[in-house]
């Protein structure tokens, strides 16, 4: 494995599955730190990569962080909930609330009583979920206020080029859940425009036959936080775009100067405000310095990475946003092969760029009323503007 490291420009380059003579080495690659899987047999490899991204999951969940400090923190829980994720090599617990029954996440007071008196953060009893047919619920669970909210997060991965036409486009979507109902509720949502999501992953508490017949997601939820199903749609659909860019790049050969002048417009919003906007290029090598005006926001270049930050903010429709000025260029070098590329970084709230939309939600099996909430947002993924 430290070799493929080596042999690898960047970390994300090192291959997921690696064969040795005796064994195969299947990695995933998170929060800077690799996890890696060793297998003496053959399985599909994507079901062992899954289940590392699971663990990176769970660990999240645990520490609130997941980094090389956190885990060497708390070695000991991670002993305890790799130990219970995996039996004898099978996965057997990756539920998080079944876990957190199993093992208590830890805390301050938690780790000085377990340091005084050499106890651990094992639970005493089996979870109530592992005896059932729904092992991903805990029985007799109880809340005074019984809510369940579900949030819509769409990011868009696009490629746009100088005249403005869209390479590529697609959204990675996911409904994410926090459900804390009493007793055993059975919920049913349904869209107003199911036939968008083309290529689908559910949680395991999804009843599949009722979707692939019906549309409808109908489950008993785990307590608490899920992922209740992620989502993909491809260009095939026509993507919808929410942002614009203006671009004049412009470098003149035997001349030392070049102009830069870029606008940020929204596009295709449904009149709802773009914010968090944040720019980035990689500018050519032969840029010395950059002499810049914004009409808002703050922007860094920095002349050793050659990188050049615009932090917009919101943007407003009326006033739209522009950074202009010139560059220097080093004396007697021939003007860059390239334009650089535009990178984008934005936040859309209230809107779901796929145009998804929750149409219901209905709940069976307990006889109050819950609260219900849904809230969709979407944000650019890898987004490029070519110049």
């Known amino acids: 494995f430290f070799e493929a490291q080596e042999r690898a420009s960047e970390a994300e380059n090192v291959p997921p599955v690696i064969p040795t003579p005796h064994h195969y080495l299947l990695s995933v690659y998170r929060h800077k730190i690799f996890f890696v899987a060793v297998i003496q047999s053959e399985v599909p490899p994507l079901f062992v990569i899954e289940f590392l991204h699971r ?6 969940d645990y520490f609130g962080v997941c980094s090389e400090v956190m885990i060497k923190d708390n070695v000991v829980v991670v002993y305890e909930v790799l130990e219970e994720m995996l039996d004898n090599g099978f996965p057997l617990a ?11 996440p830890p805390t301050i007071l938690r780790t000085v009583v377990n340091t005084i008196t050499g106890s651990t953060n094992v639970g005493d009893q089996l979870p109530t979920g592992q005896l059932s047919v729904v092992p991903w619920r805990r029985t007799g669970v109880k809340y005074t206020n019984n809510e369940a909210y579900f949030d819509v997060i769409e ?14 486009a697609e959204i990675q979507g996911v409904i994410d859940a926090c459900v804390k109902l009493t007793g055993m509720p059975d919920l049913t949502l349904s869209f107003m425009n199911p036939r968008l999501l083309d290529d689908v992953s559910f949680h395991p508490c999804v009843r599949f036959k009722r979707w692939e017949s019906e ?8 307590d608490g936080n899920f992922r209740l199903l992620s989502y993909h749609v491809s260009a095939q659909n026509l993507v919808a775009i929410p942002v614009y860019v203006k671009h004049n790049i412009s470098f003149r050969d035997s001349s030392s100067q070049g102009r830069f002048e870029i606008t940020v417009g929204p596009k295709q919003t449904m009149g709802k405000t773009v914010e968090g906007v944040m720019v980035t290029s990689q500018m050519p090598k032969g840029v010395l310095n950059m002499t810049l005006t914004p009409s808002q926001g703050t922007h860094i270049f920095d002349p050793v990475t050659k990188l050049l930050s615009w932090d917009v903010g919101k943007i407003n429709p009326q006033k739209l946003p522009s950074l202009k000025g010139t560059m220097s260029l080093q004396a007697g070098t021939s003007k860059p092969d390239e334009n650089p590329t535009i990178n984008l970084q934005f936040k859309i709230q209230q809107l779901a760029i796929s145009g998804l939309k929750v149409n219901r939600l209905d709940m069976y099996g307990e006889k109050y009323k819950p609260f219900k909430g849904i809230k969709y947002m979407t944000k650019a993924g890898k987004f490029q503007v070519r110049t």
């Open 55 to 60: 663990v990176v999951d769970t660990f999240q």
């Open 94 to 104: 990756t539920e998080s609330n079944i876990l957190k029954e199993l093992i208590k």
């Open 155 to 168: 990011e868009i991965d696009a490629i746009i080029d100088k005249s403005g036409s869209t390479i590529t």
């Open 215 to 222: 549309r409808i997601l109908s489950f008993i939820p785990p």
